[in-house]
């Protein structure tokens, strides 16, 4: 799960194929199979094994004495956002397509309810009730955010990815803007 979080994290999931990743773990792909029909498969898992770690992440930073809530919620955000700089597996606008269509219904809706769970417990750790802020509305604000950061200059050109990171910026001073105000009691 590490290596694939890495691979994602460091090429992206259309670069990491399964013959890097069983040569790099040293296993066959015929073992690897025997654990996962598909490399989409092994991603939702990879996924799923992050949140912990990230969730460890995200209550460090707000237990760190040295940093108020505001700059620890900053600093979360922006590593996620900075996937590759700080290993944090964020996948493509097109891997995300590519990882749906493999997916079965079944498989599609209890990852997307694993991620509701995932929000709304980063919330929590936030110090935000999860009925003050739907945790659908703060992953589609954190994951969009990371997306489009990865998806310049590749796959949206048009972008001016010489100020990219200026837009993160942005982005998530706007999202803790309006999580301090609700968590200040503002709904």
Not at 47 to 65: F, G, K, N, T, V
Request: negative net charge; glycine residues 6%; hydrophobic residues 45%.
């Amino acid at each position: 799960m590490a290596t694939m979080i890495r691979c994602i994290a460091d090429r992206g999931l259309i670069h990491s194929s399964i013959d890097v990743l069983c040569r790099e773990v040293g296993i066959s792909k015929t073992f690897f199979y025997s654990f996962f029909s598909s490399k989409e498969e092994l991603v939702l898992h990879a996924l799923r094994y992050q949140q912990p770690q990230l969730l460890d992440h995200a209550r460090s930073l707000m237990e760190d004495p040295g940093l108020s809530w505001r700059a620890g919620v900053e600093i979360f955000l922006k590593n996620c956002c900075y996937g590759a700089k700080s290993g944090v597996a964020v996948l493509s606008i097109e891997e995300e397509q590519q990882v749906r269509r493999c997916l079965s219904e079944e498989n599609f809706q209890a990852f997307r309810q694993d991620q509701v769970g995932f929000y709304g417990k980063l919330l929590s750790i936030f110090g935000l009730p999860v009925e003050s802020m739907d945790p659908r509305l703060f992953g589609n604000l954190a994951l969009s955010m990371m997306m489009v950061h990865k998806a310049i200059p590749d796959t949206m050109p048009f972008l001016f990815p010489e100020v990219s990171e200026d837009m993160v910026d942005f982005q998530v001073r706007a999202l803790v803007d309006e999580m301090e105000r609700i968590k200040a009691g503002g709904r």
